[in-house]
């Protein structure tokens, strides 16, 4: 069964629209799937203004039903479900700013840490430093969509459970490490002596 999404007996007549190239004006015909078209009249490579992911956004079948994406596309369909995770997060502390921000701040912690240590699973380390405030963390994941390897990933970092492989040690670390630097920032941990397990909180 094709993915109703993508299916185009499902679609509308915005489905296909038309759209200039930014490098030299020439009109495009894009479809709504389509993650690039090359322009025939000067050759550069023009991603698609109006790329939804839908449910590419989470599923990690993604790859196998809209085929390989451009970098710039990958790093955009990993921000969405951040970005949706994030506004689930902020609507269940609605009247609790504070957990929020400092959610807010592990979170950019942990990415900083994620990009400068490259190892680890960026995206559950993110997810959990989001969610570990939140109740039943593992029901916003599902509401959310998430399938369930990143849903197992996060519930046994944010629970704390022995790694079983160097990738989750690595995500367990900086797990770790993002919340004791928010913890410091925010006033909530002393500076002396903390104990960082990555080089790149430490350097922090």
Known sequence: MQCPGQDNRYWDGEAVFEAPCPHCGNELEFFKDDS?????????????PRI????????????????????????????LFKDKLSIAVRKQLIGREEL???????TEIAEKLCKDEQRGDMAAVLAATLLIDIDQPALMLE?????????????RLIDQQKPTSDTEQASADLFHDACLLAD?????????SPSFKTTSAANL
Not at 36 to 48: A, D, M, P, T
Not at 146 to 151: L, N, Q, V
């Open 100 to 106: 929020y921000k400092k959610a807010s701040l592990r």
């Open 143 to 155: 509401e959310l969509k998430a399938d369930s390897g990143m849903i197992e990933a996060v519930t």
């Open 52 to 79: 939804d992911f839908g449910c590419a956004a989470y599923c990690s079948h993604a790859e196998q039903c809209l085929g390989a994406m451009p970098a710039e596309l990958l790093a955009e369909q990993k921000n």
């Open 184 to 192: 410091i920032q925010s006033g909530s941990q002393s500076e002396q």
């Open 36 to 48: 690039q078209r090359s322009c025939k009249k000067c050759g550069n490579r023009v991603l698609n």
